[in-house]
């Protein structure tokens, strides 16, 4: 599906519990302009207008409570009936001027078929009735100069821009622009983003630092100025809080994509091994292993020339013992199926039970971690496990056994339920031990 077609969808997915008494108006659904305004000839003389807004009488032979609004309504009703803006124009000329509280995708919708043509083609009359439909509405706004391109017609941008923002002042237009840029950049708008930048508007004008962790491609030049205005003795400290920034923004804004300003960031700024605790738990925490794999392959060239093998190694244990108390599980494995820590720097590593059986696996490790460890065959035998059994703190010893019993094959070395039953019997628990001598009779 194209990118105009998914926004279409989601525009047209706008819907409304329509009340009974306008099953007539919803025969208009599907069916042309003629048919509409064959329904309004037929039902005239129940539309009331009053103070700008549209009224239906429900029941021409009931009295009291017998009158609803029908603004929304009605434009809902458009909004699948519309090839031009003729009919819009129809009802404002009958009375109706509250179409700034319309719904911003309904009035998309309604609009498109104009908008699909080039500026120069749109009448002066139409060009005005969108300009009025834009009147303190930025998702309107939006879907307009976002979709410009998707129309048919880039040129359509500065023309539109210009429309909007007739008559803004300084304030009013500094802040559409700050929010359009604040859009590009959060949604990813590579068009919305460069077409401001084309009429003259730079990002580094109307946003501060607290967006930069929304990446893409174009944004680049602006990272570029942003490292280059650090003073030299904070332009350390603003590239990591840049880089944390990033990667949070990985984690708690859905931004899976932000590789481009993570691997600019650092063909920029030379990082120190000994970086500050709060980056090494960005990066113990960032679920983007293709952050991590870019600071490995390039470990050579991502840290100050002054770093040793031995510098850059105890980064990387260090970021391996973060890692582990949060746990990042896929972050550990790559760590470890990629050799980033070297066996001579197992003594100092905070978990070393994913190297070696001397000892225990942490009892404050939950089932799922320890289903994580045999899925992906962290040790040869189950020996660690039982190490794990025999701690009175562990916290989940009998489902971890039944697990270990229906994952044999994930083990090198045969398992015998019999020596670990033996292991434990005077220290583990009574339910554990009787579920080991049921495994035991199934063997």
Same mark, same amino acid.
């Given at each position: ?5 998914q926004k279409?969808?989601?525009i ?5 519990i329509?009340p009974?008494?306008l099953?007539?108006?919803n025969?208009?659904i599907?069916?042309?302009?003629k ?5 309004w000839?037929r039902l005239e003389? #129940?539309? =009331?207008?009053?103070s700008?807004r549209?009224?239906?009488? /429900?029941?021409?032979?009931? !009295?009291?409570? &017998? ?5 929304e ?7 699948q009936v519309?090839?031009?803006?003729q009919?819009?124009h129809f009802l404002v000329?009958?009375?109706f001027?509250?179409i700034c ?10 609009c498109?078929?104009?908008?699909k043509c080039h500026?120069?083609?749109i009448?002066?009359?139409d #060009?005005? =009735?969108?300009q009025?439909?834009a009147?303190?509405d930025? /998702?309107?706004?939006?879907m !307009?100069?976002t &979709?410009?391109?998707?129309?048919g017609h880039?040129e359509n941008?500065p023309f539109f821009?210009s ?8 304030r009013?237009?500094?802040?559409m ?10 949604d990813r708008d590579?068009f ?10 730079q990002?580094?004008?109307f946003?501060n630092d607290?967006?930069?962790?929304y990446e893409?491609k ?10 280059d205005s650090?003073?030299?003795e ?7 809080q840049?880089?944390?920034?990033l ?5 708690y ?13 650092f063909?920029?700024h030379k990082?120190s091994?000994?970086?500050d605790t709060?980056?090494?738990q ?8 293709s ?8 470990r ?14 105890t980064?990387f244990?260090?970021l ?6 949060t ?7 790559y760590?470890i199926k990629?050799r980033c820590?070297y066996?001579?720097?197992?003594k ?8 070696g059986c001397?000892e225990?696996?942490d009892?404050k490790y939950?089932?799922?971690?320890l289903v994580?460890?045999?899925?992906n065959?962290?040790f040869?035998s ?5 190490n794990?059994?025999?701690d ?6 009998t489902p ?5 019993y229906?994952?044999q094959?994930?083990f090198n070395?045969e398992?015998s339920?019999q020596s670990i039953y033996d292991q434990?019997?005077t ?5 554990l ?11």
């Open positions: 599906m194209s990118t105009f077609d279409s969808q989601e047209h997915s706008f819907q409304q329509d009974a008494e099953d007539e108006w025969a208009c599907g069916k042309d302009e048919e509409f305004m064959n329904t000839n003389s #129940r539309i =009331l207008f009053i700008g549209m009224y239906y009488i /429900k029941n021409t032979d009931q !009295v009291g409570d &017998n009158v609803m609004g029908i603004d309504h009605m434009f809902y009703i458009l909004s519309c090839k031009s803006l009919l819009v000329y009958r009375g001027n509250k509280d319309i719904k911003a995708p309904v009035k998309y919708t309604i498109l078929s104009t908008l500026y120069q083609d009448s002066q009359k #060009r005005d =009735l969108i009025s439909m009147v303190n930025f /998702k309107f706004v939006c !307009v100069l &979709n410009c391109h998707l129309l880039k941008f821009f429309l909007f923002t007739q008559g803004l002042n300084a009013k237009m500094k802040e622009v700050r929010d359009l840029f604040a859009r590009a950049a959060e590579v919305l983003y460069e077409s401001l930048e084309g009429i003259g508007y990002f580094s004008m946003n607290s967006t930069y962790h893409f174009s944004m680049l030049p602006h990272f570029g100025k942003m490292i650090f003073p030299q904070q332009k350390d400290q603003g590239c990591c840049m880089l944390v920034s990667m949070d923004s990985n984690i804004s859905g931004n899976t994509d932000n590789y481009f300003g993570f691997k600019y960031l063909t920029k990082f091994t000994l970086m709060a980056v090494i960005a990066f113990a925490d960032c679920n983007n292993l952050f991590i794999d870019y600071l490995w392959m390039n050579s060239t991502c840290f100050i020339e002054t770093s040793s093998p031995a510098d850059i190694n980064f244990t260090t391996f013992n973060h890692a582990s108390t746990p990042n599980m896929a972050l550990l494995e760590l990629n820590i066996k001579t720097d197992y100092n590593l905070t978990m070393e039970p994913y190297f001397s225990p696996i009892p939950n089932l799922d971690v994580h460890c045999i899925d065959r962290f040869d189950v020996d660690p496990y039982v794990y059994l025999l009175p703190d562990s916290e989940c010893s971890l056994v039944e697990y270990i229906r994952n094959d994930k070395t398992i339920f434990i019997k220290s583990g628990s009574k339910h031990q009787n579920h080991l001598l049921e495994l035991i009779e199934k063997v």
